[in-house]
């Protein structure tokens, strides 16, 4: 067995991503973008994750495509906020899910500790996952204390329990170990739920 330096992971700011290991950089799982949007970002502070406890980071993202809604009228929707693994330079977010390769596979291009370990992503309570509603209120703005402004402008909290973390294959049951010490893992969102207007 071989051991692992440890050191304690940077964090560093990027525009479309945020991971951990070396350094922590922030991914953005986004559609396309829409003409004339502004182009979202995230920061993350503190820039230093500790290498053998638990570190709570703030995210702030700025500039998201909130859905066109009448003022007053709550959207269904938001985003989810995770720590942990990307895979570099594949489409690996759950839209990029096809019936051609693994590309969008939880677990095989993308992955995150929390709520058992499981694929299913909501704000699980342990601070580790978290959801952003698009609005506050509503069917999915009732479920976390965290929304957009009209702007698409948000802050959440992370906590990230350690560099080493655990998930679980939904379907098979297997499990697996990351160690950002040794890849490269972060703080990244991607869509949740549905879009329509909820009176």
Avoid at 15 to 28: E, I, P, Q, S
Wanted: overall charge negative; proline content about 7%; hydrophobic content about 35%.
């Amino acid at each position: 067995m071989s051991s692992v330096p440890e050191h304690t992971p940077r964090l560093r700011s990027a525009v479309g991503m945020m991971l951990c290991g070396a350094a922590l950089t922030a991914w953005l799982g986004l559609s396309p973008a829409v003409a004339g949007a502004a182009t979202p970002s995230l920061v993350v502070t503190p820039t230093a994750v500790s290498a053998t406890g638990p570190t709570t980071v703030t995210v702030r993202g700025s500039d998201y495509l909130v859905p066109p809604h009448a003022e007053g009228t709550n959207v269904a929707g938001g985003v989810y906020v995770l720590f942990g693994w990307v895979a570099s330079n594949v489409a690996w977010g759950p839209s990029a899910r096809n019936a051609v390769d693994s590309n969008g596979q939880f677990g095989v291009t993308y992955s995150y500790p929390g709520e058992g370990g499981s694929g299913e992503t909501r704000d699980d309570g342990s601070g580790s996952n978290r959801f952003v509603s698009f609005t506050n209120g509503g069917v999915s703005g009732s479920s976390t204390a965290f929304h957009m402004d009209a702007k698409g402008n948000w802050s959440t909290t992370i906590t990230i329990a350690g560099p080493v973390y655990q998930w679980t294959d939904p379907g098979t049951g297997r499990t697996a170990t990351v160690d950002c010490r040794v890849v490269q893992c972060g703080i990244y969102t991607f869509g949740a739920h549905g879009r329509e207007p909820h009176q």
